[in-house]
């Protein structure tokens, strides 16, 4: 049995990575919503100083979103209206540490352009649309109706 037992075969699955790579950018727009909304409420509690350092609020309050809701359903809540997760490999959910460490990467290919780069040319090419991050941790995202 190799690593790559768990989750089945893309091969002969196709369904469960279909469409993945178009859903995970819709997904990405209603999460930046969703952060830019929680940064609005956010706001005032700065005594509205946090417009002079708006994006660096926004790396912070996304980070924490991202991370507690991948770690809580295994997906964003624009992943989750796009009805996918991200699943490991062996087909868990993530766990706090998982969500952690793939939020942290996801953050890296943001920061350093070529690596966000590769991670869009995985995720139109590899059998399961995985980006970078994905490769690197071991996850892979899936359709939610889809998985077994």
């Not at 999460?31 to 929680?38: E, H, K, Q, T």
């Not at 139109?124 to 970078?132: C, V, Y």
Request: aromatic share 12%.
């Amino acid at each position: 049995m190799s690593y790559y037992d768990a989750l089945p075969d893309p091969d002969r699955h196709e369904e469960i990575y279909a469409d993945t790579p178009g859903k995970r950018l819709l997904a990405w727009i209603v999460d930046m919503v969703a952060i830019a909304l929680l940064c609005a409420l956010v706001l005032p509690f700065t005594a509205f100083t946090g417009i002079f350092f708006f994006p660096f609020l926004m790396m912070v309050v996304g980070f924490a979103y991202r991370t507690v809701t991948l770690a809580r359903g295994s997906a964003t809540w624009g992943m989750r209206l796009m009805g996918m997760e991200i699943r490991t490999l062996q087909g868990q959910r993530l766990d706090l540490g998982t969500a952690f460490l793939h939020t942290l990467g996801y953050n890296v290919s943001l920061a350093v352009f070529p690596l966000q780069v590769i991670s869009i040319v995985l995720m139109l090419t590899s059998a399961r649309r995985q980006g970078l991050t994905d490769h690197i941790i071991g996850t892979a995202p899936v359709n939610r109706m889809a998985v077994y």
